[in-house]
């Protein structure tokens, strides 16, 4: 048990990082346990910073066990090119929509994903689909994605074939992505709200979510210096 490893004594770190090892193959590949095969790759990720190997696993949990993180994250390898991999806009897209279809934690992500690379036109012959994008990031937006409930706002803001502009819904999504803490999305509807644009003018509404937009950049500022300075 990890309480009883002494942290200090070298040969007994590596011999508890090889048990760990063990115990994430062999639930992995003899239980054929998609959460040991995610475990696996963590600790390839993070402990023996052996990224090839982890995308073998994440392509097994992905392909044959239909696990929803590691199709995400086999996607996101994909994207960049990481494990060996070539990278391949089409093949992520492919996991990201394995992910976003089935129940899972980053299965939100996932919906985001894949509508992002539908609207960039990464998808069907580069021909960006907004209607279709639209779709996916509504599901996500549903699932409280802030920055598909953005996207979705502006979206409806500017217009796009498929998706005729409109006001009402994209002051709707941008003042739910700013519930969610999107600065940028509080920042729209405080504009929107301030000029009338397409909606009723209100100073007082575009006041507050102005004094939240600054309030969400603060919280973001200080957490980036806690990050960079805390230790």
């Known amino acids: 048990m990890a309480g009883l490893v002494d942290f ?12 760990m090892e063990i115990e994430c193959h062999y639930h992995c590949y003899k239980e054929n346990d998609p959460e040991g095969c995610h475990r696996l790759v963590d600790f390839l990720e993070a402990i023996k910073k052996n990224f090839d190997e ?18 995400y994250k086999l ?4 994207v960049t090119g990481k494990g060996g991999l070539t990278p391949n806009l089409k093949t992520a897209y492919d996991c990201f929509l394995k992910a976003c279809e089935k129940p899972g934690k980053k299965s939100i992500n996932g919906c985001h994903n894949v509508g992002l690379l539908i609207h960039e036109g990464h998808v069907n012959d580069d021909r960006p689909d907004p209607a279709r994008a639209r779709d996916y990031y509504t599901k996500a937006c549903d699932g409280s994605y802030a920055p598909s409930c953005f996207n979705l706002s502006t979206l409806y803001l500017q217009g796009a074939p498929g998706v ?3 006001m009402n819904m994209a002051l ?12 940028w999305a509080c920042a729209n509807a405080s504009r929107m709200y301030k000029l009338g644009d397409g909606i009723e003018k209100d100073d007082a509404k575009a ?3 102005k004094n939240r937009a600054r309030q969400l950049h603060q919280e973001q500022h200080k957490s980036v210096q806690s990050l960079t300075f805390g230790e």
């Open 8 to 19: 200090q004594d070298e040969e007994q770190v590596k011999t508890y990082l090889e048990n």
């Open 54 to 71: 982890a995308a073998k696993v994440l392509k097994f949990n992905c392909e044959e066990n239909h696990y929803t993180d590691s199709c």
């Open 207 to 209: 006041e507050a979510l």
């Open 75 to 78: 996607g996101m390898y994909y």
């Open 172 to 183: 709707k999504y941008s003042l739910r992505a700013c519930d969610l803490g999107h600065v």
């Open 164 to 166: 005729p502009k409109d």
